[in-house]
């Protein structure tokens, strides 16, 4: 087991070093889809493999691309730049929040699941996202604009982490 948890911090390394070079290069990039490999040897991590094989579209698109030209990958990265809406605690110390409708205030979460960031303006935040897709692991590196990443182990499972799970099963890639 402890060769997993080696596994584990070795593939989060390669995630982390592939986003900061992406925060390095700067914000508004296009997406990149990485195929990932990672060699085991003797329970031991030996070397991951990075190599970029499309950028510039929408990542399910890319996907879906790769997929439909034979691409079966072990592992995946999409790095992606796009919006969250912010979270109650975070909403609730913009000057804004107390012109919203009580209603809206008070369901907070639900109203943030009906409707895309963009259209929560000022509550909107710039992100980049890292997802990391393999058999056994979903793991997603997220930063703000202009903050420190975080880890989202396994939530919000949107269409695209279900078409890398498909492209990572060698299933047909659907939405």
């Known amino acids: 087991m402890e060769w997993m948890m080696d596994a584990d911090q070795a593939i989060r390394q390669v995630v ?7 925060d390095e290069i700067g914000w ?10 990672v060699n085991l ?3 031991d991590v030996m070397n991951i493999e ?20 034979g691409w079966r990958p072990m592992a995946l990265l999409v790095i992606a730049e796009g919006n969250r809406t912010m979270q109650v605690e975070e909403a609730m110390l913009m000057p804004e929040w107390e012109n ?10 639900d109203v943030m699941m009906q409707f895309p960031p963009t259209a929560m303006e000022p509550f909107c935040v710039e992100v980049r996202t890292a997802l990391y897709v393999d058999a056994g692991h ?6 703000d604009r202009g903050g420190q990443p975080s880890w989202l182990d396994g939530e919000d499972s949107g269409q695209i982490v279900e078409v890398a799970r498909n492209v990572i099963r060698g299933v047909e890639p659907l939405v």
């Not at 508004?28 to 490999?37: A, G, N, S, T, W």
């Open 16 to 22: 982390v070093d592939l986003e900061e070079r992406a």
């Open 28 to 37: 508004d990039q296009p997406p990149i889809l990485i195929d990932v490999r």
């Open 41 to 43: 040897e003797d329970g």
């Open 50 to 69: 990075t190599d970029p094989i499309a950028f510039g579209e929408h990542p399910i698109d890319m996907m879906k691309g790769c997929f439909d030209e």
């Open 100 to 109: 919203l409708p009580e209603l809206v205030r008070k369901n907070w979460r």
């Open 138 to 143: 979903e793991m997603m590196l997220i930063r």
